[in-house]
């Protein structure tokens, strides 16, 4: 009988538990992060790369700018939390956007793949988001507006379990909390 | 048995203690891998009474002792006879069967709950082993044939057994973007999975207490890392840590009153303290710019092993916890060691260790610094020494699937353990449950 009591607690625990998460949940951007992702890798090596002056150049461009913003993944190199030339620009743009409304607030949410041990890993992610927060802090952003979490390997993007989808997972998101 | 008394108490006593369902999903499945080359062959006749009694206690005691890999156990069609006492056993026939072990036994009502009796014969000398009679309950039926598995395997083998122990782990279910982690503990045999708590944010970690009484974790509900304290009795949970940046890797002293941790600085540096459970005093332990986490007690409590990249990759350290002491380096083989977890002899540690560019789990020899690879898989992860040290749990991947693998701490023997749906990550053997 003691037993039984026991499990229906923790039962219910659970299902209170999940609630919340389910409201929390709601929290993230609706646009599914798969597909956002595969479109920023594809085209953030290669074309990003040679965009980086470009958008340096054209600050005020209405859509060079949008285009910055509208990718909100950072990707790292293999144990690595060095921002990568590549994504300068789309540091720059959120930085900026950031910069001239101080109401405005982002969560640098740090990821790892799934390789090595766990803890470790929630770590490094943790590394990456204080990366991403250094680079948009001279930007001009203040630290009120920014705050991190790492997930580690719990949350990857992709589901494989080659380079292809370790790539895609050791990212920083920077997700906007005002605009839910 | 056949008394007709006794069998209608019997039945009242099953009406109203029917065992509670688990979830089916969170179910596990032991399978062994490997086994030793020349098992020893060990007879367990059924106790009697099957229909009276709501567990076989007999296969329960057969089942342990094969997925031990170093047993082999007579079946049940193979035996003549079903001797359940000395006045039965004839031991020249069992002899014939070669069989080197019998265990017979008898499962008895007594005052509204069962007595579990055994006892163990080398049947090549005659020689009565063991006699045991412990009581039990319905819902601890199992547990008790677990006890008397334990004790079985100490007499022959010389090392205790830890069949009467339980495993926590993370079940990890549903597409990416709609996932859920369950934490689950159920016993060593994949039997009794109870949900602990169940999140649509992740749940890391896992913890026990060395009564086995509580489970520390790590709980991202929230979306930021906190630690609690959970007592599973009563299900009643204490959010012990949730500063400001990452609360991780809970480990408890040996004497629990204590919480090795892993706290982040605000700017993002991660560094391991102690955290006194009864105070909620906070000592910190190591104070460097690097990565400091994966704290895990030495058995005598004096000091802790813990993973740093310090040198540029992980490693594992070594810090006695006393003022002015310095951590010293204690894993040199190869260039990824992580994840320390100490055996309970304190001889040596398991870790995770990039071998041959696959992550694998290695035990290091704390003399002589030796590393050892003991799993064979590309993403193992999370090793956890079983309470006997015998046996190393962890996590693997199997076809893309999270399982979770034992390995003897000799490689003589492996087992797979897996669930009917999603990953199965993180796993921590629990202390022995209670004392036989």
């Known amino acids: 009988m003691n037993r039984t009591l026991c499990v229906t607690v923790l039962l219910s625990l659970s299902l209170v538990l ?8 709601a929290v993230k951007p609706p646009a599914s992060p798969g597909e956002s992702v595969s479109s920023s ?21 209405g859509s060079a700018e949008a285009a910055a913003l509208a990718k909100t993944a950072i990707y790292f190199d293999f144990d690595s939390s060095e921002i990568r030339p590549e994504f300068a620009a789309t540091i720059a743009a959120h930085g900026r956007k950031l910069a001239s409304d101080h109401m405005v607030k982002v969560r640098l949410e740090g990821n790892t793949d799934e390789r090595g041990s766990a803890e470790y890993n929630v770590a ?11 680079a948009l802090l001279l930007q001009g952003a203040t630290d009120g507006q920014l705050s991190t979490v790492s997930y580690g390997e719990e949350r990857p993007v992709a589901a494989g379990h080659d380079e292809q989808a370790w790539a895609q997972n050791r990212r920083v998101d920077i997700v906007y909390l005002g605009s839910r | 048995m056949t008394d007709p008394r006794r069998f209608l108490a019997l039945l009242g006593l099953l009406a109203g203690l029917g065992p509670c369902a688990a979830p089916a999903s969170a179910q596990l499945t032991v399978q062994i891998t490997r086994g030793v080359t020349t098992p020893i062959p060990v007879a367990i006749v059924p106790f009697g009474a099957e229909n009276l009694v709501p567990v076989d206690v007999a296969a329960v005691i057969d089942a342990d002792l094969a997925r031990s890999g170093r047993f082999q156990g007579l079946p049940r069609t193979s035996m003549l006879q079903h001797p359940t006492s000395a006045i039965g056993l004839d031991l020249a026939q069992w002899r014939l069967l070669k069989t080197d072990f019998i265990v017979i036994g008898r499962v008895a009502p007594a005052s509204g709950s069962y007595r579990v009796e055994f006892e163990l014969y080398n049947v090549v000398t005659g020689e009565r082993l063991l006699g045991y009679g412990v009581p039990a309950a319905a ?28 495993i926590a782990y993370v079940n990890v279910q549903g597409p990416i973007g709609a996932r859920r982690w369950r934490l689950v503990i159920a016993d060593a045999d994949g039997e009794n999975a109870q949900v602990v708590l169940e999140s649509r944010q992740p749940i890391m970690s896992p913890a026990w207490s060395p009564d086995g009484a509580r489970l520390a974790y790590v709980s991202f509900e929230g979306q930021m890392s906190a630690i609690y304290v959970q007592t599973l009795a009563t299900g009643a949970r204490e959010r012990v840590s949730a500063r400001a940046g990452i609360n991780g890797a809970p480990a408890f002293s040996p004497d629990g009153r204590r919480l090795a941790l892993a706290l982040s600085q605000a700017d993002g540096n991660v560094d391991v303290f102690v955290l006194d459970l009864a105070t909620h005093s906070m000592l910190r332990i190591t104070d460097d710019p690097a990565i400091d986490t994966e704290p895990n007690w030495a058995p005598d409590g004096l000091s802790l092993f813990f993973t740093s990249d310090r040198a540029g990759r992980p490693q594992v350290y070594r810090i006695t916890l006393a003022p002015g002491e310095r951590p010293k380096r204690v894993t040199f083989e190869g260039s990824y060691n992580a994840r320390p977890r100490v055996s309970p002899d304190g001889t040596q540690i398991a870790v995770v260790t990039l071998d041959q560019g696959a992550y694998r789990i290695a035990a290091v020899d704390l003399a002589t610094g030796r590393s050892r690879v003991l799993s064979n898989g590309h993403l193992d992860e999370g090793p956890s020494f079983a309470p006997n040290g015998q046996i190393v749990l962890y996590a693997a991947r199997e076809a893309g699937r999270g399982v979770l693998a034992t390995v003897a701490v000799d490689g003589s023997v492996t087992s797979r353990i897996s669930a009917a749906d999603g990953d199965v990550r993180e796993p921590a053997w629990s202390p022995r449950i209670g004392s036989p």
Do not use: N, W
């Not at chain 2, 547990?143 to 122990?165: C, M, Q, S």
């Open chain 1, 18 to 25: 999940a609630g919340c998460g389910g409201k929390k949940a």
């Open chain 1, 41 to 61: 890798v594809g085209t953030t090596a290669g074309a990003a790369g040679a965009q980086t002056g470009a958008a340096e150049a054209m600050a005020g461009s």
């Open chain 1, 124 to 134: 490094l992610g943790e590394r990456r988001a204080q990366a991403v927060k250094r």
């Open chain 2, 139 to 166: 819902d601890g039926l199992r547990l008790a044939a677990h006890r008397a598995a334990d004790l079985i395997y100490e007499k022959i083998l010389g090392v205790p057994g830890a069949f009467a122990t339980r």
